[in-house]
């Protein structure tokens, strides 16, 4: 499912914009392309995306602070998303994965937001990712269920075979 929202999300980048504003694309890394003015349009959040995701772990982790602290500063919607996106990569955990659902939260109510329409999308994508990792951890459970069951029944009929 990341690898699907991912793609989606390049997939838009690619759309909105064919190549990057020069001052954007001279950055080294995923910084600030979603300042907290609010001018910011889709294509700077995908782009953001797009850059964030190919962080190392520990340059992610930078970032992740980065994002939170402009987000405590400034409760922007820019700096919401911004924070929302560094903790909806892939590989994310399920609690970040809650941190960006309630990032999102007020931009998804936010109908004047010009990143209303993302928030949306990305809220969508994390929460069916939720019911989609809930649903494999009860398939998981109900699989070791019947495999504990299967060496149960297993090891009965071989000590009733061995009592012959």
């Known amino acids: 499912?990341?690898?699907?929202?991912?793609?989606?999300?390049?997939?838009?980048?690619?759309?909105?914009?064919?190549?990057?504003?020069?001052?954007?694309?001279?950055?080294?890394?995923?910084?600030?392309?979603?300042?907290?003015?609010?001018?910011?349009?889709?294509?700077?959040?995908?782009?953001?995306?797009?850059?964030t995701?190919?962080?190392s772990a520990a340059e992610l982790a930078r970032e992740q602070d980065a994002?939170?602290?402009?987000?405590?500063?400034?409760?922007?919607?820019?700096?919401?998303?911004?924070?929302?996106l560094v903790l909806a990569v892939p590989g994310a955990s399920a609690a970040d994965e809650v941190r960006a659902l309630e990032t999102l939260e007020p931009l998804t109510r936010n109908t004047a937001s010009p990143l209303h329409g993302l928030a949306l999308l990305i809220s969508a994508f994390?929460?069916?990712?939720?019911?989609?990792?809930?649903q494999a951890q009860g398939l998981q459970q109900k699989l070791d269920a019947m495999l504990e069951l299967e060496r149960s029944m297993t090891g009965r009929e071989g000590g009733a075979q061995r009592k012959r």
């Open 1 to 51: 499912m990341r690898a699907r929202f991912a793609a989606l999300l390049l997939l838009l980048l690619a759309g909105c914009a064919a190549s990057p504003p020069a001052d954007v694309a001279d950055e080294p890394a995923a910084v600030s392309e979603l300042r907290s003015d609010g001018s910011n349009d889709t294509g700077a959040a995908l782009m953001f995306y797009a850059r």
């Open 67 to 84: 994002a939170r602290r402009a987000l405590t500063r400034s409760r922007s919607d820019g700096n919401r998303m911004r924070y929302a």
């Open 53 to 55: 995701r190919k962080l």
């Open 126 to 134: 994390l929460q069916e990712q939720r019911r989609l990792d809930a």
